[in-house]
């Protein structure tokens, strides 16, 4: 008997209105160059899902972008990447910034209204039949467009409360061409948790195995969240911005859904920060509730997480210090270990505490010469503790985050949750917290304290979700 092989496939969820948009430059020939179908819903979705790793902590952005380096381009899709690069910006289905020399260059997603717009104009300039393609796509073998069934279907009046809910399901046949992009970020992270210490092995198994939404009901969310937030926007701007973040979100859930069949799940290590990147991790907190058996896991996360590691840095000058320091050092470490530093910014700035959320950033993230009138009131507090951190930033003011990541990394990946994992207890993780069962609460927290402890000499607060 003549032994059937078993064919596997690559679903990706892309927006309809640059889905056709792209369909139609291609069927009008404006491709000068052989070209693989995949590869143009490939780089597409590339920009699509991971710019809510970029925007995650700023949903105020007008566009979708992700960096996309030549060299990486090269790697997954081979040395034709730059006409498929080309077409797209040419043609005005992604568009990016300037060329810095050495900088890696940016590819952003136009608005909604572009892509509609812009496939009108030419179906009336090219007499196109609409009729033809507003139905499903069956084209190239191995691939298949159909539409994505969504939850909230209702049919909206105004223009500008158009939902960018109308999606494509692709799904692509692998190949031995198309496999080396299409599930390759999938392969590559099964090799990383192979070979991973034991108790990250763990977590990665049991993140794949178990770490699910419950699809319709996020789905639903994120439609009604749009349809509240849209009403109210008063301009574009705003009306992209909410596009944006929905797309993002129904991307990032559609992503979670069936993850381990469509390749889409995500667990690896980040070589720059040394963290731990999953979906979860890319996931909206609001988005949390939505996760299977939610209702008895435990969210606990250490307050004010980013300032709290800071204190491991100034351990480090502590003992070498004048008098003024160390008090600095004792203030700085007393607010943030109990969890009241934005608080603390709160009295010397006058501002909410979302703003002075804002003003740290400033001070510990941005250029040394850059936002001096805010760092200007934070420098007449803590003379010392600001210049400890203007030196870690001096050569390249990244630096002092990356630093601070890792400390994090550090303790958290290689010590609070190797010491779970030894006691039988495997947490999702996201970066400075950890969700495990409740059942499981007091043991993680008697853990999360100790591991702490260790490192700062004092316990700091965790709060829970």
Not at 27 to 38: I, K, S, V
Request: glycine share 4%; aromatic share 14%; proline share 2%.
């Amino acid at each position: 008997m003549k032994r059937t092989s078993y064919k596997k496939y690559r679903t990706i969820h892309l927006p309809k209105v640059i889905v056709d948009n792209l369909l139609l430059k291609l069927h009008l020939g404006f491709a000068d160059f052989d070209y693989n179908l995949e590869v143009f819903f490939s780089i597409i979705n590339e920009v699509i899902t991971k710019s809510s790793i970029y925007n995650k902590q700023n949903e105020k952005y007008l566009y979708q972008f992700i960096p996309l380096d030549s060299r990486f381009l090269k790697t997954k899709y081979g040395n034709s990447y730059s006409n498929y690069i080309r077409f797209l910006v040419n043609q005005g289905i992604i568009w990016n910034d300037n060329y810095y020399a050495g900088k890696t260059t940016y590819y952003y997603l136009h608005h909604i209204d572009y892509y509609i717009e812009n496939t009108n104009k030419l179906n009336i300039l090219y007499n196109i039949n609409k009729e033809i393609l507003h139905s499903p796509y069956c084209f190239q073998k191995g691939i298949t467009i159909t539409y994505l069934n969504t939850i909230n279907n209702k049919k909206i009046d105004h223009q500008k409360n158009r939902i960018y809910n109308d999606w494509y399901q692709i799904k692509i046949l692998i190949d031995l061409k198309n496999k080396s992009y299409l599930t390759s970020s999938y392969e590559k992270d099964s090799v990383f948790i192979n070979n991973a210490p034991k108790h990250i092995k763990k977590m990665g198994s049991h993140f794949r195995k178990y770490f699910k939404l419950h699809h319709e009901e996020a789905l639903r969310f994120i439609e009604n969240q749009y349809r509240t937030n849209i009403a109210f926007t008063l301009t574009d701007n705003d009306s992209n911005r909410i596009n944006q973040k929905y797309t993002s979100r129904l991307s990032s859930v559609l992503a979670i859904h069936n993850g381990k069949i469509n390749k889409t799940l995500k667990f690896s290590k980040n070589k720059a920060n040394n963290r731990i990147d999953t979906n979860l991790t890319f996931l909206a907190s609001e988005l949390r509730q939505f996760i299977v058996g939610y209702e008895d896991m435990v969210y606990l996360d250490l307050k004010n997480s980013q300032p709290v590691m800071l204190n491991i840095v100034l351990k480090e000058h502590y003992k070498d210090v004048n008098t003024a320091l160390r008090l600095e050092i004792e203030d700085y470490c007393k607010h943030t270990t109990q969890g009241v530093w934005y608080e603390r910014l709160q009295e010397l700035y006058g501002k909410t505490r979302d703003e002075c959320k804002d003003i740290w950033m400033c001070i510990a993230y941005s250029k040394n010469e850059n936002y001096l009138q805010e760092k200007n009131i934070f420098k007449k507090c803590y003379p010392g503790i600001n210049a400890i951190i203007e030196y870690y930033k001096k050569k390249n003011h990244a630096d002092f985050s990356v630093k601070l990541t890792k400390i994090e990394s550090s303790i958290f990946i290689d010590g609070i949750c190797r010491e779970l994992v030894n006691q039988g207890i495997i947490p999702f993780t996201v970066h400075d917290a950890v969700i495990v069962p409740k059942k499981d609460k007091e043991k993680t927290l008697e853990i999360m304290r100790a591991v702490l402890k260790k490192h700062l000499g004092v316990a700091p607060v965790i709060s829970e979700e």
